[in-house]
């Protein structure tokens, strides 16, 4: 069963089952045409042997998963992260990938600072604009969960990264994480407020019982909660033209199983949800 024109991976989706190389082979033999890759990933496989492999698959890099964190204290690890950051620029720019995901990591041990973190966050993607925006490369901001604010991200709603998007300007996007979002009362608004920034739209299903604070306990779509179809045309009306990226991280379920069988799963399902167009992307 080919993937549907606007179908495309996360690689963490099979990050359990399958190596950087039978991943990129596995999903072209699915028919995908878009991936998201793991930047630790890449790096053990070699970013030049990387690239060549995704070209040779043809297969279009959209983003890179993910950034050192900008949250910390220390003078020395703040240094330390901005040229891990530098270097993770230059491995999206060579894969020819159109963002690099910017999830801000946790509060610094000890910490109750929030404000404070969040503060840190901002000034270290300012620090790194001029080399993405040189590079042409999107910082793409990803907001999650609230429960994650303590271990995880300072970002958890849209209206925070439009914001910080606000004040950055080029350079800046937001990728918006159906996992993530679901619940924000004043979505559909952050989501009109994001039009010409969202680079990335990414689907999984909030499950009623889910036994993770991690997000790892995340739905197929159709499993949970979340009206996918609705937010994927809130964001269509943004804009954006893009793909619909299943990121489908699971414990308990999809990690456990064929990751053959995940993917023919994942794209009868967003046939079912989405009533997938035929057009091409762009």
Not at 115 to 127: M, N, T
Not at 177 to 201: K, Q
Not at 269 to 280: C, L, T, Y
């Amino acid at each position: 069963m080919n993937a549907p024109a606007r179908f495309a991976i996360h690689q963490g989706t099979t990050e359990r089952q399958w190596t950087f190389s039978q991943s990129i082979e596995g999903y072209a033999r699915h028919g995908i045409r878009a991936v998201t890759v793991r930047r630790s990933l890449v790096e053990e496989f070699g970013v030049t042997n990387a690239a060549r492999l995704i070209a040779d698959a043809g297969l279009k890099v959209l983003g890179v998963s993910r950034c050192a964190p900008l949250t910390d204290m220390d003078p020395v690890r703040i240094a330390e992260n901005h040229e891990e950051n530098r270097r993770a620029i230059a491995v999206t720019a060579e894969l020819a990938g159109t963002n690099l995901a910017m999830i801000s990591n946790s509060l610094p041990e000890g910490s109750r600072d929030l404000a404070g973190a969040r503060a840190r966050a901002l000034d270290a993607l300012a620090r790194l604009l001029p080399e993405a925006r040189a590079a042409g490369v999107t910082l793409g901001l990803e907001t999650i969960h609230p429960m994650r604010a303590a271990r995880g991200c300072v970002w958890n709603t849209l209206d925070q990264a439009n914001t910080v998007c606000a004040e950055l300007g080029e350079g800046t996007g937001l990728i918006v994480d159906a996992y993530h979002v679901w619940w924000d009362p004043n979505l559909e608004s952050s989501i009109t407020a994001s039009t010409g920034r969202i680079v990335s739209f990414q689907i999984s299903d909030w499950l009623p019982d889910t036994q993770s604070a991690a997000g790892s306990d995340r739905g197929m779509p159709g499993d949970g909660v979340i009206d996918l179809r609705a937010m994927r045309d809130q964001v269509r009306a943004t804009g954006f033209d893009g793909f619909d990226e299943l990121e489908l991280f699971s414990e308990r379920n999809w990690w456990q199983r064929d990751p053959n069988e995940v993917i023919e799963v994942a794209i009868s399902r967003h046939r079912e949800i989405f009533e997938d167009e035929s057009s091409p992307v762009h």
